[in-house]
C-alpha cells in the first residue's frame, strides 16, 4: 500500500517560469491538502481539494496560484511566473475523511529552487 | 497572525530525559490537535492527537496533555533516545478542514 506520492521531489525553476507540482494520495483517499513550507518554518495550509471541487482555497495567493484535483490522475499544484520567493518545500498531504478528524498522511515533498 | 503558537523553537535534551514541547491557540473552535515529526528531508508523520474531550493522551513513550481552559497543550517525551531528534509540529483544527501548524520545535537528544 504505497504512501502518497509526490513528484518530482526536486525541481529547479528560473524567474518566469511555470512549476507543475503533482501529488498522487494514497490509495482510497479523495481528500488532498497542500501545505508550504518555507525553511525553518511550519506548514502553511494551501488549499483543500476533494476530487474535482476546491473546498477551501484560503491559503493561496491571489495570483500565479492554483490547484486541481481532477476525477483522474494526480492533484497538481501550479505555480506560473515564479519567482525567488516562491522558492520552499511544498507538501501534500492526503485523508480519507474530512470533519471527522481523519488523519493527514504526508508526502515526501517537492523542494522548489527559483534561481 | 499564528493561530498556534509553539515553543520552545529549539531544545537539547540528554538521552533518558523528558522533552517537553508547549502549543497555545486561541480559537476555541479547534477541536483536534495533533503532533507531527518530521526528520529532513521527510514529510511530517502523524505521532499522536487529541480531542478537547480528554485532558491526557498516552502513546508508548508520547504523552499528549491538554488543557482546554488555558487553551494550551503538550508533548511529553519520555526516556528521550537519539532517535527522537527531529522537528516537531503542533497542529489543531476545526472540523478537519483547515489545519494550522506551530512553527516547529527542533529537538536534539544528546547521547
Known amino acids: 500500500n504505497a504512501g502518497v506520492m509526490q513528484n518530482p521531489r526536486h525541481l529547479v525553476r528560473r524567474r518566469g517560469q511555470e512549476a507543475r507540482l503533482r501529488c498522487s494520495p494514497m490509495k482510497g483517499h479523495s481528500h488532498v491538502y497542500w501545505y508550504r513550507q518555507l525553511p525553518e518554518e511550519g506548514l502553511k495550509f494551501m488549499v483543500y481539494?476533494?476530487?474535482?471541487?476546491?473546498?477551501?482555497e484560503s491559503g493561496m495567493p491571489k495570483e500565479r496560484f492554483s490547484a486541481e484535483f481532477p476525477k483522474e490522475g494526480p492533484s497538481i499544484l501550479r505555480i506560473q511566473q515564479v519567482v525567488r520567493g516562491d522558492s520552499a518545500a511544498y507538501f501534500c498531504?492526503?485523508?480519507?475523511?474530512?470533519?471527522?478528524?481523519?488523519?493527514?498522511?504526508f508526502g515526501p515533498g517537492t523542494r522548489l529552487t527559483v534561481l | 497572525q499564528q493561530q498556534v503558537k509553539q515553543s520552545p523553537q529549539s531544545l537539547i535534551v540528554q538521552k533518558g530525559g523528558i522533552s517537553i514541547i508547549n502549543c497555545a491557540y486561541e480559537?476555541?473552535?479547534?477541536?483536534?490537535f495533533p503532533w507531527y515529526q518530521q526528520f529532513p528531508g521527510k514529510g511530517p508523520a502523524l505521532l499522536i492527537a487529541?480531542?478537547?474531550?480528554?485532558s491526557e493522551k498516552k502513546e508508548g513513550r508520547f504523552t499528549i496533555s491538554f488543557n482546554k481552559s488555558a487553551k494550551q497543550f503538550s508533548l511529553h517525551i519520555m526516556d528521550s533516545q537519539p532517535g527522537d531528534s527531529a522537528t516537531y509540529f503542533c497542529?489543531?483544527?476545526?472540523?478537519?478542514?483547515?489545519?494550522?501548524f506551530g512553527t516547529g520545535t527542533s529537538l536534539t537528544v544528546i547521547p
Open positions: 481539494l476533494q476530487k474535482e471541487n476546491i473546498i477551501d
Open positions: 498531504a492526503s485523508s480519507p475523511v474530512t470533519g471527522g478528524y481523519g488523519e493527514q498522511f
Open positions: 487529541i480531542r478537547p474531550d480528554v
Open positions: 480559537n476555541t473552535a479547534f477541536d483536534y
Open positions: 497542529a489543531a483544527s476545526e472540523a478537519g478542514n483547515q489545519f494550522y
